[in-house]
């Protein structure tokens, strides 16, 4: 029960069949909208990364692209503005508010729904970030539509609606949805699955300013401080460019050193299988896989990790993942790219000795 | 909190879950202690299951207990390193109303048997496991320790039903520990495949199913049998040794299962196929010498637990149910006479074993585990004069039948001296005698 | 503090397989477990009401099976269960799961004012992390979502102050109950019950709630047909077909073998490597 993407697909074989007949009140919904997703003046590049998706469902139905921008008063969103036209939004929504300088859900849930009752789109995309995802639950239930969420793959159908593809049953399967007779269809789609647009200089679009309507006092939730992690030595996995973790196969907490040698020779994050937390050789934090981060990496190394599907899930959107394992039939090698049979603890600190030589000769080289 | 059950079960396997049913049912306050997450998350999938033995206990079990498939075929293959010989045997007649054997997946049976014990009135508590038994100064079992803040539990009996390894009975001095000469370690993997797959492999209808048990040079000259069970939509594979002779062969059990799995009469019937769930078990094999003290005052001991497992039939889920169930009926009859749970009411248990198949087959078979221990060629010598006997046999060479004949009992002679021959021959039936 | 903590049975997404064939999961012998992050807000439910007093009631909506969970649940600590069960719910998706739930929340509110609301983070079937900011919606409850610590709970003023995390940094939030929250995986490390809870747990009676006794009229808002999103299709990824390269290791000092890994790797990313002597060379 629950959720549309699992049994409702064994029971639903009726629903796949299921025809558009979209309600007369919905048939001026059009465009395609991304939220451009802004924190303390800082744009998450998933929104980048749905501008370049939502281009491509624009130009497939022949309508815009607009991004939505919710920000508090300041420099920041001209330059956000800017950037939005550059990676291909035809315009951009705007509602500038104090009350919007930081995120919370309340007045960010009323300024969206809000601009989508206003100016009708057809589609809503935002990034399945930890802001995107609050906004959205929210936002889709205010205006009883569909969401999918947490999705890696839109398309168009035939019938020019959104066909929004997610994994489910943690990443075992694959499922293709559909918001049928409501809008606007909304999706949330995971960062770092959409490739990122490369940016056109000088292109340029409409902003259209819409105002929020809310005080302070409206507001029940308080924003007490703001702690930046750079202050709070967490792990910043899910975004690192390199990912070294180490699981049982290490044997003992001590040669954990191996790990975080090779990620500091490599300006990389570590992390661990969940065992290794739950032995407390590693901090929560840095648990990898479904109940843990999901990371996307450009290089994963994984030494004495044996590749169960809760650890794959997690780290199945690297691009390469090299693997350390002493057992040749390791499932981890099943989705591994590279491989070494071999003991970790001694691969590890080769590994290590050979970025370091390589980096330092090209340095000399450069 | 110091609530008295009448009955405690530690287990729930099949004699755990018998034996909880069975008490639960005539009305005792019965309190189940099993240490898996669920009854059944911690067994051997993929098994036979003897329908009399549960029969007794639930005898409309077939409505809704998970079967995959009943047993209509047979096959006992002897294999050297190419080829199997054996026989089949199939019958329209295991077509019944009321099949005599399925296999099923224990992880499931195991999950509803245990249902069954909830519904009949039993405090089931999983996820707990029993550390020790609890006595009283004069050394009668009341009650049983567990892992858990304020774990202790008392009860008028406690019935250890916690398998091979029988360990709350060893930590309590009851009964010594198994030894590696008395109990195989099999290791067990399921092989998934689309159902009509299964079905045109082995030449069976949607409900039919197929039993093949093996022996010879797949277990590298240790005492042991692999086997071959099909489900509806899975193939478990399996292949298990005397613990005495993995240490001694020093062969890893993973080792002989691919061993198994690759032979060129197995592989074709596993092609395809997705595998699951690796997993190792303990299978007791002492026979009737292994058997401990069965009862004391406050306690029984029943199932693997007490070593009743018929290793030639590999028979072991029907003598746990049975060796269960009649624990439960000691329990019911002296408290319906209102008799303390002390050792000479409880033995009426141990008598209603030997009236029962459970002794009987043990002792039928008791020289067995002795006999095959001795005689190590029975699994490596014989299975390939077998082969070898039967490919001269079948190739058509020009030679004639006569001198084939001939060359096979040399090949016989040769290997075994002919005293050695009559006296395996002789062995072997006594021991099944 | 009356707090209802929404919990799901999910598959073990570790056992499930998927038919080779017809591209459908093989549910034969997948067993259920407590979806992960619910458990994380039980427990942290359960601090809440260990310190303040009150009642935690588990809740979940699901098949009769589902009661297991709540079962379990309650050998944790819960004090009381819900179980919300009823033909019409099959196939729900997230706004009519919030839906449903909502109103079996109004309903328990109705014996006594619910002062929070737990939902996991998300689940690791349906994995959306929608049904917990739904049914605050719904209700009308201050949302907390991805909370890495619950700093005060403030019975009397009816406050309390948590940390979420947010992009690049927590924020602390102060709002008033009624609220509803979510806990990050990791903010603590659910109990082991004792063992008069579990003998509790596994006696006490469940209360089940029907659609009717959950308050609902117009079932058209719950499962499929109150489900605006429709499930077009099902299927399998496509398996890597070229398992990992191995590098060659027989008989080969070991710096040998980390020197090709490194080369491979770099050959497979030439960016990387491009990037990586930059931040070398700046450092
Ligand atoms: C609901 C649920 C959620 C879960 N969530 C997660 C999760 O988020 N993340 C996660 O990681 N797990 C998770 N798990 C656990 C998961 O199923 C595995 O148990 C876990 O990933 C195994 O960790 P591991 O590979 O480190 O350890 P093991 O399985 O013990 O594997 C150790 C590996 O190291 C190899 N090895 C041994 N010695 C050496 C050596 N010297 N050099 C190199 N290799 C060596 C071995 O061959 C083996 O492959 C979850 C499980 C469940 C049930
Ligand atoms: C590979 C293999 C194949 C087999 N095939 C067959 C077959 O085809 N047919 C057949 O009839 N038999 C077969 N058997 C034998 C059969 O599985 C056993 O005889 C049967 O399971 C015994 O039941 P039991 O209840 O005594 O023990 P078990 O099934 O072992 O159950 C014991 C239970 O007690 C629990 N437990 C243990 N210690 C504690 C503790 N301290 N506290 C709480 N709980 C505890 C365990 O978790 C377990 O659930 C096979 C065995 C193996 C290994
Ligand atoms: N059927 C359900 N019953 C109870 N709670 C649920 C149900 N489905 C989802 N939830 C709650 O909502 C959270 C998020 O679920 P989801 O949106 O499916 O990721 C879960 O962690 C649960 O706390």
């Not at chain 2, 009135?121 to 567990?146: Q, S």
Request: with cysteine; hydrophobic share 40%; net charge neutral.
């Amino acid at each position: 029960m629950s959720d549309k993407a699992a049994p409702a697909a064994a029971a639903g074989g009726s629903r796949a069949g299921m025809k558009k007949e979209l309600p007369e009140r919905f048939r001026d919904y059009k465009h395609v909208w991304v939220l451009i997703e802004m924190e303390r003046g800082v744009v998450h590049p998933v929104s980048w990364e749905l501008l370049g998706e939502g281009r491509k469902l624009a130009d497939k139905l022949g309508v815009e692209l607009a991004g939505a921008l919710l920000a508090g008063p300041g420099d920041a969103s001209t330059k956000a503005i800017e950037e939005a036209f550059s990676y291909g939004a035809d315009l951009v929504y705007l509602m500038e508010d104090p009350l919007l300088a930081d995120y919370r859900n309340q007045p960010y849930a009323a300024a969206m729904t809000d601009l989508v009752n206003t100016f009708k789109p057809e589609i809503l995309l935002m990034g399945a970030t930890n802001l995107g995802r609050d906004l959205a639950g929210t936002v889709a239930t205010t205006l009883a539509t569909g969401l999918t969420a947490d999705c890696t793959e839109l398309a168009i159908d035939h019938e020019g609606s959104l066909a929004a593809t997610r994994p489910t049953f943690g990443g075992t399967l694959l499922c293709t949805i559909h918001t049928l007779n409501f809008r606007p269809q909304m999706a949330t789609i995971r960062p770092r699955v959409m490739a990122m647009p490369e940016a056109q200089e000088g292109r340029t679009g409409r902003v259209v300013r819409h105002s929020l309507v809310m005080a302070e006092s409206d507001i029940i939730t308080k924003i007490l401080d703001f702690i930046p992690d750079a202050n709070m030595d967490k792990a910043q996995l899910a975004y690192a460019d390199i990912v070294v973790a180490g699981g049982m196969g290490l044997g003992r907490p001590e040669n954990f050193k191996l790990v975080t040698d090779l990620a500091q020779v490599l300006g990389a994050e570590y992390g661990c299988s969940r065992p290794v937390v739950q032995k407390g050789w590693m901090p929560a934090e840095r648990q990898i896989g479904q109940t843990g981060k999901t990371i996307r990496p450009r290089l994963y190394i994984a030494a004495g990790i044996s590749g169960a599907i809760q650890h794959r899930v997690g780290v199945e959107g690297s691009d390469i993942v090299l693997a350390i394992n002493t057992d040749p039939n390791a499932t981890i090698f099943e989705f591994a790219h590279m491989g070494i049979v071999g003991d970790a603890l001694q691969i590890l600190p080769a590994l290590t000795e050979a970025f370091r030589r390589r980096l330092a000769v090209n340095r000399l080289a450069g | 909190m110091s609530e008295t059950f009448d009955a405690i079960v530690i287990g729930a396997g099949p004699s755990g879950n018998a034996c909880a049913y069975v008490m639960a049912k005539a009305g005792l306050n019965v309190l189940q202690i099993e240490r898996g997450e669920y009854s059944g998350s911690k067994n051997v999938q993929g098994a036979i299951l003897y329908a009399d033995a549960l029969e007794r206990i639930i005898p409309d079990f077939r409505e809704d207990a998970p079967l995959e498939r009943h047993i209509v075929e047979q096959r006992m293959w002897i294999l050297d390193d190419k080829a199997h010989v054996g026989g089949h045997y199939r019958s329209d007649a295991f077509n019944e109303e009321k099949p005599n054997r399925y296999t099923i997946i224990r992880a499931q049976f195991d999950k509803w048997f245990n249902r069954q014990v909830r519904e009949a009135g039993a405090l089931v508590v999983c996820e707990t496991t029993v550390t020790e038994l609890i006595k009283d100064a004069k050394g009668k079992v009341i009650g049983v320790r567990t892992d858990r803040d304020e774990g202790e539990v008392y009860a008028d009996v406690v019935v250890m039903a916690d398998g091979v390894n029988a360990l709350v009975a060893n930590r309590s001095g009851l009964k010594k520990e198994v030894t590696p000469e008395s109990v195989a370690l099999a290791v067990k993997e399921m092989h998934f495949l689309p159902q009509d797959v299964i079905e045109s492999r082995f030449n069976i209808g949607e409900e039919e199913g197929v039993v093949i048990e093996v022996a010879g040079s797949v277990t590298v000259g240790m005492v042991g049998t692999a086997f071959l069970y099909t489900n509806k939509e899975s193939i478990a594979v399996g292949i298990g040794c005397l613990v005495s002779d993995f240490t001694e062969a020093q062969v890893r059990p993973a080792f002989l299962l691919e061993k198994f799995k690759n032979h060129p009469s197995i592989k074709p019937l596993l092609a395809g196929s997705e595998v699951k769930e690796y997993a190792a078990h303990l299978i007791p094999e002492g026979g009737l010498n292994a058997v401990p003290q069965l009862f004391g005052d406050g306690w029984m001991i029943v199932g693997d637990a007490a070593q009743f497992v018929n290793a030639v039939h590999r028979e072991g889920s029907n003598m746990a149910m049975t060796s269960g169930r009649l624990a439960a009926e000691t329990v019911i009859e002296a408290k319906k006479a209102g008799k303390p749970m002390i050792a000479s009411v409880l033995s009426a248990y141990k008598k209603a074993l030997e009236d029962s198949f459970v002794i009987k087959d043990l002792h039928k078979y008791r020289r067995l585990p002795k006999v095959l221990h001795n005689n190590k060629h029975f699994f490596t010598d014989y299975p390939r004069l077998l082969s070898q006997a039967a490919e001269t046999m079948l190739r058509v060479d020009g030679e004639d039948k006569r001198s084939k004949e001939k060359k096979i009992t040399k090949s016989f002679r040769s290997t075994r001296r002919i005293g050695g021959l009559i006296g395996d021959m002789f062995n072997l039936a006594r021991a099944f005698r | 503090m009356n707090i209802v903590v929404c919990i799901k049975q999910v598959p073990d997404s570790a056992q499930i397989r998927v038919h080779p064939v017809t591209n459908t999961i093989m549910r034969q012998g997948v067993p259920t477990i407590i979806n992960p992050y619910d458990l994380y807000s039980l427990e942290a439910a359960l601090q809440l009401r260990d310190q303040v007093g009150g009642k935690v009631t588990v809740l979940t909506m699901g098949p009769p099976m589902a009661e297991d969970a709540l079962r379990k649940a309650m050998g944790i600590g819960a004090d009381k269960a819900v179980l919300l069960t009823d033909r019409f719910f099959a196939g729900s998706d997230t706004l009519a799961t919030s839906y449903a739930l909502s109103m079996a929340i109004t309903k328990i509110a109705e014996d006594e004012p619910v002062d929070l609301v737990f939902c996991g983070k998300q689940t690791i079937d349906g994995d959306t992390a929608q049904v917990g900011p739904g049914i605050a919606c719904r209700l009308g409850l201050n949302q907390l979502t991805y909370v890495s610590s619950i700093e005060a709970l403030d019975a009397k003023a009816r406050e309390i102050t948590v940390q979420r995390r947010s992009e690049g940094g927590v924020q602390v939030l102060k709002t008033k109950l009624p609220c509803m929250v979510t806990m990050l995986e990791g903010s603590n490390t659910i109990r082991r019950g004792s063992m008069p809870n579990v003998l509790r747990a596994g006696r006490e009676p469940i209360k089940t709630f029907n659609a009717a006794a959950a308050g609902i009229e117009d079932v058209t808002r719950c499962g499929l047909r109150g489900s605006p999103t429709v499930v077009k299709k099902v299927f399998a990824p496509k398996p890597r077909a070229d398992k990992a390269k191995l590098i060659d290791t027989t008989n080969r000092p070991t710096s040998d073998i980390a020197n090709d890994a490194v080369e491979a790797i770099f050959a497979a990313a030439p960016k990387l490597q491009t990037d990586l002597v930059g931040r070398a060379a700046q450092a």
